[in-house]
Structure formats: C-alpha cells, structure tokens
C-alpha cells in the first residue's frame, strides 16, 4: 500500500501570498497523482491530474509539480476563495489512497 | 454536464444494513471506471470501492471487504453500495467518485452507524 504523507495540516495565508502543499509518497508512483479542493457544502473540485497538467477550467494560479515520489502543489498569489481543504489521491495502485489533507485559512 | 447524486445513507444501528446509490448524468457509467469514496467526521478520505467500466474487475478495501459489495446498473446509468454488517466505524459521508483518476464527485450521503 502507498502511503501519502501530505504537509502541512494546517496554513495560513494571506492573499497575494505564494502557498505550497507537499505530498509524498512511500514508494515510487510515477505521476499518477492527482490534487483536489474540498469546500463545506460544495463538490469536490478537480485541481491537478497526472501531477502536473492543469484541469481545464482552473485558474491558472494553481500548478502542480514533482514525479516519482515528491509532489508539490502551489497557489500563486492566493485569493480569499482559495479558502478550503486540499488533498492528494495516488491512483497508481491500489487500494488508492489519500493524503490527510491541509487546511488553507486566508486572513 | 456531469453529475453524481448519492442517496440512501442515513442512521443504522451496528449490524445493520444500508444500500447507498449514486445515479449518473450527463455521461454513461458504461464507459466508466467508478469508486465509492468515504471520509468519515474529523478525518481524512479513505478509498471504498472500485469498478471496472465493464463491472469484470472490482476492488476492495481491506476494512470493508466481506462486508461492502459495489454494483452498477447501466441501464439506470446508477452505481450502488450494498454495506452489510456494518459497525460504529463505518459512518461517515460516502461519496461517489467518477474514474481512478476521480475526475468527478458527488456531494456524498452521510451515513451513521450508532445504538
């Protein structure tokens, strides 16, 4: 089983800032990881695929990074409705697994 | 547009049973991975369930195996969640997940296992 140990739980940040969302995995999984934003009430919303490609429609303040074992997900001069929960899904394998997620409070 | 719409959770006491469904628009659940998704109050998401597009291939977790059996119907293009035996750690919201790459989620049906 792959184990994705996402950093760091919590953030905050304010808006402008430049934020970064680590994900690392316990054994190679080439770029079959995925990034996601999880509001209260809403749907899940679709980030990043195959840990780089940006999902059509998402601004383009969000990217993605990394191969192999080491993922990055960075928000460009963050804004007040980036607000939410983040989370990593490997989908090399199964059983898939997630990332704990981190909370991005803007001030 | 693609949407998923989970049904059937709700409170259950141990033991119990609960059949979740996720009815499919805008694409065909013919043509589709799908994976049954839970996360439960205060934690992280935990993977369920996987089936193949043609329903040959099905994956469980090994918290639920024995217990939980993922179906599709095509023709009412609706996936399904049968949770049999079901325990105080079973409840969380479940949500409905298109592809392995979970490309689309429903919104989720909270189910609650408690006496």
């Known amino acids: 089983e792959t184990t994705l140990t996402q950093s760091p739980a919590f953030m905050s940040a304010t808006p402008g800032d430049k934020v970064n969302i680590s994900c690392k995995a316990s054994?190679?999984?080439?770029?079959?990881l995925n990034w996601y934003q999880q509001k209260p009430g809403d749907t899940t919303i679709f980030l990043i695929q195959?840990?780089?490609t940006l999902v059509p429609g998402i601004p383009p303040r969000f990217s993605g990074s990394g191969y192999g074992t080491d993922f990055t997900l960075t928000i460009n001069n963050i804004q007040s409705e980036d607000a939410a929960y983040y989370f990593c899904?490997?989908?090399?394998?199964?059983?898939?697994?997630f990332g704990q997620g981190t909370k991005v409070e803007i001030k | 547009e693609v949407h998923l719409v989970e049904s059937g959770g709700g409170l259950v006491q141990p033991g119990g049973s609960l059949r979740l469904s996720c009815a499919a628009s805008?694409?065909?659940?013919?043509?589709?991975?799908m994976n049954w998704v839970r996360q439960a109050p205060g934690k992280g998401l935990e993977w369920v369930s996987y089936?193949?597009?043609?329903?040959?291939?099905?994956h469980y977790a090994d918290s639920v195996k024995g217990r939980f059996t993922i179906s599709k119907d095509t023709a009412k293009n609706s996936l399904f969640l049968q949770m049999n035996s079901l325990r105080a750690d079973d409840t969380a919201v479940y949500y409905c997940?298109?592809?392995?790459?979970?490309?689309?989620w429903g919104q989720g049906t909270l189910v609650t296992v408690s006496s």
């Open positions: 054994q190679d999984i080439d770029d079959d």
């Open positions: 997940v298109r592809g392995v790459a979970g490309d689309y």
């Open positions: 805008g694409f065909t659940l013919r043509s589709y991975e």
């Open positions: 195959e840990a780089t």
């Open positions: 899904l490997q989908h090399d394998n199964f059983p898939l697994t």
């Open positions: 089936i193949s597009s043609s329903g040959s291939v099905i």
